[in-house]
């Protein structure tokens, strides 16, 4: 069963506290990436990775950090140093054969307590 | 740079009537243009894109979209709303003169379909 996973679906976790979001995929695809969603409104990117060992910034880069040792895995770590982390956190993925078509993952919820 | 605006934040339709959902996107060269719907607490869900080609584009659970070159738009319509699509609904693009995959979202628009 072909696909993105996420977790886990819930986090809490104290302020001050580092915390790491998993995400695989099993779609062989090249390219993934990390988006943060607040209520109300759309999807910010915060860091892209194009192939193993190579990822961008995004928009809102500040406060994380990602690692892309595996084709397969992009865990996304929020750090002490991000402000506001309380947010929804979607993971995807896209092959350069879709033209742009990505795919996401169910999402994982932070909250910082 | 690229982006792309949904106008509304939200739309109210009656169940049986028609739905549309606008996005209008600013690039440099030609567009891919994406629409994706989300249910509460969930990840996007693909529903059609456009590429090159026929202007009206059909994509997953009788949705439709329609690519204006001259308006920039690129609107999302289904002729006959169910109580069931109600959702929050994403327009995004990818400028076909960059590199990689990566895309722009609009703000998204939630759609209340009520019986």
């Known amino acids: 069963d072909g696909g993105i996973t996420q977790s886990p679906k819930y986090l809490f976790r104290k302020e001050g506290q580092n915390v790491t979001l998993s995400c695989e995929q099993n779609?062989?695809?090249?390219?993934m990436y990390w988006y943060r969603q607040d209520p109300g409104q759309g999807l910010r990117l915060i860091y892209y990775?194009?192939?193993?060992?190579?990822?961008q910034k995004g928009d809102i880069a500040e406060g994380y950090s990602v690692s892309r040792e595996k084709k397969e895995s992009f865990p996304l770590t929020v750090t002490s140093a991000q402000k506001n982390p309380t947010a929804f956190y979607l993971c995807?993925?896209?092959?350069?054969?879709?033209?742009?078509?990505?795919?996401f993952g169910p999402g994982t919820r932070l909250t910082v307590l | 740079a690229q982006s792309v605006a949904q106008p509304e934040d939200q739309v109210n339709v009656a169940e049986g009537n028609p739905l549309t959902v606008k996005c209008t996107y600013s690039v440099s060269g030609n567009p891919y243009l994406f629409w994706y719907v989300q249910y509460p607490n969930r990840g996007l869900q693909f529903l059609l894109k456009?590429?090159?080609?026929?202007?009206l584009v059909k994509g997953s659970y009788g949705f439709e979209a329609e690519f204006n070159k001259s308006q920039t738009s690129f609107h999302l319509k289904k002729p006959s709303a169910l109580v069931s699509d109600s959702a929050l609904y994403f327009c995004?693009?990818?400028?076909?003169?960059?590199?990689?995959?990566?895309?722009?979202f609009g703000g998204g628009t939630r759609v209340l379909v009520k019986p």
């Open positions: 995004a693009v990818r400028d076909m003169g960059a590199a990689g995959n990566k895309l722009t």
């Open positions: 995807a993925s896209s092959s350069f054969r879709d033209r742009g078509e990505q795919f």
């Open positions: 779609l062989n695809h090249d390219a």
């Open positions: 990775s194009q192939i193993v060992n190579d990822f």
């Open positions: 456009y590429i090159t080609g026929d202007n």
